[in-house]
T-cell receptor
Framework: DTAVSQTPKYLVTQMGNDKSIKCEQNLGHDTMYWYKQDSKKFLKIMFS???????INETVPNRFSPKSPDKAHLNLHINSLELGDSAVYFC????????????FGQGTRLTVV | QQPVQSPQAVILREGEDAVINCSSSKALYSVHWYRQKHGEAPVFLMILLKGGEQKGHEKISASFNEKKQQSSLYLTASQLSYSGTYFCGTETTGNQFYFGTGTSLTVIP
């Protein structure tokens, strides 16, 4: 059983479209995250979500919005996609806040054309 | 804000040792280390909490100097399976988390 799973694994879409990436974890963790990894491999935290408390990285455009229907799911919605949004997006989860081990999903490679 | 890692890249022969450094400009509560193989997700190696405790994971260990806001990852007797990009992750005392710039490590036979 995959601990943290994301779908889709690959996503190719045109500029201006709206898309979603789904994430589910079966570890019973109470904190979930979204990370963006750019072409230079820099990993940047976008959001963390813990017990309905959303912490947003202020550098993330408001076209990006996380949605959590329950503790095991944290989906990422992106509106009006831009070329610069092309990257690999990782979902992760951990038990508690940051000072614990995070488990990552396999990543979603988003390409905006 | 993003911690700086050095070196950016290193190539080792099997059996050689390496040290990867991570330096932050902010006061730290903890340092995490992850390894990411090409095309895969980052995988957790260890966490070091404030207090300077050194931790080990097989032949990989790390130290954390909270006064200098630095951490080092030590890889001894490297194996081919150690190849990948290593990231430190720093949690500041203000509860912010940043991954480092990454160090690409390649082990060759």
């Amino acid at each position: 059983d995959t601990a943290v799973s994301q779908t889709p694994k690959y996503l190719v879409t045109q500029m201006g479209n709206d898309k979603s990436i789904k994430c589910e974890q079966n570890l019973g963790h109470d904190t979930m995250y979204w990370y963006k990894q750019d072409s230079k491999k820099f990993l940047k935290i976008m959001f963390s979500y813990n017990n309905k408390e959303l912490i947003i990285n202020e550098t993330v455009p408001n076209r990006f919005s996380p949605k959590s229907p329950d503790k095991a799911h944290l989906n990422l919605h992106i509106n009006s996609l831009e070329l610069g949004d092309s990257a690999v997006y990782f979902c992760a989860s951990s038990q508690g806040r940051v000072s614990t081990e995070a488990f990552f999903g396999q990543g979603t490679r988003l390409t905006v054309v | 804000q993003q911690p700086v890692q050095s070196p950016q890249a290193v190539i080792l022969r099997e059996g050689e040792d390496a040290v990867i450094n991570c330096s932050s400009s902010k006061a730290l509560y903890s340092v995490h280390w992850y390894r990411q193989k090409h095309g895969e997700a980052p995988v957790f190696l260890m966490i070091l909490l404030k207090g300077g405790e050194q931790k080990g994971h097989e032949k990989i260990s790390a130290s954390f100097n909270e006064k200098k806001q630095q951490s080092s990852l030590y890889l001894t007797a490297s194996q081919l399976s150690y190849s990948g990009t290593y990231f430190c992750g720093t949690e500041t005392t203000g509860n912010q988390f940043y991954f480092g710039t990454g160090t690409s490590l390649t082990v060759i036979p």
